[in-house]
């Protein structure tokens, strides 16, 4: 992992709690790597393994995306831009980089490309009512496109208030960082975090590899899926759930309060009627807040979030209070 120390050494990161989403700031995401693939065949290797449509790419879109196993489990989840006109670049959580590389790499041998786990400094910007980057005159892309300002740099709008910078060069985050570090806050990966749990946007981390298909992450929702690219690893199944079945649960936001000795609600806590002790879901991902209160993605039955008798499956029984998502879930 690309070390941030030296960088921080003057600009100390402030307490995440104390940064509200309408706030301009710069995440320090020094929690995920960059994938590289490169190649002559780059967008067709990663077009036969991954669930988005990678040809959208050359028109200058970023996707989100996964790499599955044949039973259509997830490897890795990625956000996928261009980072020059021969790479690919795969931007996904440390936990999982190694194995994401190991899992492509199996299905590459026959392909001219490249994979690497490549040097770079990765940020979010949080930016409401901003067109360019802080202190300069770049202007950020439109929504759900990429640019390159300038060589070694990749920067990713994700909706209104946010964007990603790849720095892939040190150079170009030289001469990047003394401008964008002027009056922004600079904070960590927990405000990354909440603000992708508020988006009802989660990932795949060591926790979860090889156990969730792209359903249960709500991917086919927030065009992680392409039902109509063609073949991919583990499409036959995913596609199958999509045609032929009825999907009775999703991925929903909760938020509830623990106790002071309370366990975390960490991967997998069960989720269950406090009335009748049915199962109704689990958590996948988690963040604690300020005052015991925590924040989570949960995946459960759809007739659950029409009550108010879910509890995490903990000593107290903490009741989930429903939060709304961004996107419908039909």
Known sequence: MTN???????????????????????????????????????????????????????????????????????????YAAR???????????????????NALKKYSV????????APAWIMGLNH???????????????????S????????LRLDKNRSEIWASQAAALDHLWPHITQGLNLTSQAVWSRLNIEQGIAEVR???????????????????????????????IIARLHYKATLKKHLYRATTALLDNESSPIYGTEIVDK???????SVIQSLSGNNNQWLLLVLVNDLAVHTDSAVLALGSQPKLTWQPLPYAIP
């Open 110 to 117: 026959f392909s001219k490309v490249e994979l690497t786990l």
């Open 148 to 155: 390159h300002p300038e060589n070694g740099l990749t920067v």
């Open 4 to 78: 941030w120390q030296q960088r921080l050494d003057n600009h100390p990161l402030l307490d995440a709690a104390s940064i509200g989403s309408d706030q301009n700031c710069l995440v320090i995401l020094s929690e995920y790597r960059l994938l590289t693939v490169s190649g002559p065949d780059s967008v067709t290797f990663l077009q036969g393994q991954c669930t988005c449509d990678i040809s959208q790419l050359n028109s200058g879109h970023w996707l989100l995306g996964a790499h599955c196993n044949i039973k259509g489990r997830m490897h890795s989840s990625f």
């Open 83 to 101: 980072i020059d006109e021969n790479t690919i670049g795969l931007r996904l959580h440390s936990s999982i980089a190694e194995n994401a590389l």
């Open 275 to 281: 009335d009748t002790g049915k199962r109704l879901g």
């Open 206 to 236: 060591a926790e979860t590899v090889e156990a969730l298909l792209p359903q249960e992450l709500n991917f086919q929702l927030i065009n992680g899926v392409s039902f109509s690219k063609g073949c991919y690893t583990g499409q036959e």
């Open 128 to 146: 409401p009512d901003q067109s360019t980057l802080p202190n300069t005159t770049i202007k950020l892309p439109p929504v759900n496109e990429t």
